[in-house]
């Protein structure tokens, strides 16, 4: 019998987990640093303390994680323990936190919370869904504070420079293979059962996501979507998604 | 799903938080640095890329969602 290099269900899903037990334990950094960082620019504290909050809340989703990782098999497990701001430091403080707060709260945790959406109509069992549950409700305060700080910020920071950078941000926050070919075993229906979004539907569930609550949410607080806009159809036409 | 109820629940409902405060905080002046240094703990090795630990300092990317 030869063997197959085409990962079982269980492998995606093992290397799904994961992959979120990474993303866990770096959103429990960035929103550490940006409580401080928040209340060091003197924003309400009502901002730094959703942030405190939101770290807090990351650490114990990374534990399930770990958890749901190691009941599919997964072995080798890494977290992330230590973070650079994705804002470049020759930038003044206001520019850089906005660009930090954005790019984790109003756009990472905004698709987070549409990820779990999706996954808490397709899960199997009640553990999962009770997780899935849990985390979905956090996640809605974690990408609340984005939006949240952009309102409180509108008078006191100057938004221009964030439009032209939204390609960039949005394009690093979905990774280059959400808009390529399935990986092999990455689109099975199954998936949606074990918590893991197919790789299709996460693709569509990201775009619509994009098209329908963060570019409004950036335009009526007063960023300009239309670069990332842009930058979202030429990709989709690239890919031959639709038509070019 | 329901995308409408999602943008009610996350955008207008932060920004309804954020807009309650807007009068509060001690706002720092656009220009200065408050901290005076690096954001994040550790500082590391940034390799950008996606579900990385940080940005380039070129063209700036952001954390990775679900």
Same mark, same amino acid.
């Given at each position: 019998m030869s063997e197959s290099k085409v990962p079982s269900l269980q492998d995606v899903v093992a290397g799904t987990w994961g992959a979120r037990y990474r993303i866990e334990t770096e959103a429990s950094l960035r929103f550490g640093a940006l409580a401080r960082r928040l209340d060091a620019f003197g924003a309400p504290r009502a901002l730094s303390e959703l942030a405190e909050r939101a770290s807090r809340d990351e650490t114990r989703h990374a534990a399930h994680c770990e958890r749901f990782f190691r009941a599919a098999g997964g072995q080798q497990l890494t977290g992330v323990d230590h973070v650079v701001e994705?804002?470049?430091? *020759?930038?003044a403080e206001p520019q850089r936190l906005t660009y930090e707060v954005v790019a984790q709260s109003c756009l990472a945790e905004t698709q987070s919370t549409a990820s779990l959406v999706t996954l808490l109509e397709g899960a199997e069992s009640q553990e999962l869904k009770a997780v899935l549950h849990e985390l979905a409700r956090d996640e809605v305060h974690h990408s609340r504070l984005g939006w949240a700080y952009l309102a409180w910020a509108r008078p006191r920071? $100057?938004? *221009? =420079?964030?439009g032209p950078l939204l390609p960039g941000m949005v394009a690093g926050s979905a990774?280059?293979?959400? =808009?390529?070919p399935a990986p092999e075993?990455? $689109?099975?229906? $199954?998936?949606l059962r074990q918590g893991v979004v197919p790789h299709s539907l996460r693709r569509q569930v990201y775009v619509e996501t994009l098209e329908s609550v963060v570019f409004p949410g950036f335009e009526s607080l007063g960023v300009d979507a239309a670069a990332a806009r842009s930058w979202l159809g030429k990709t989709l036409s690239d890919a031959r998604l639709i038509p070019g | 799903m329901k995308l409408k109820k999602l943008f009610h629940a996350l955008v207008l409902a932060g920004t309804a938080l954020g807009a309650v405060h807007c009068g509060g905080g001690t706002s720092t002046p656009p220009g200065s640095n408050s901290t005076g240094g690096q954001l994040l703990p550790d500082g590391g090795i940034p390799d950008g890329? +996606?579900?990385? +630990?940080?940005?380039? %300092? %070129?063209m700036p990317g952001g954390p990775p969602g679900w």
């Open positions: 994705y804002a470049p430091a *020759s930038w920071v $100057d938004f *221009s =420079f964030l990774g280059p293979e959400i =808009f390529k075993g990455a $689109d099975h229906p $199954d998936l | 890329g +996606t579900g990385g +630990t940080g940005g380039t %300092g %070129g």
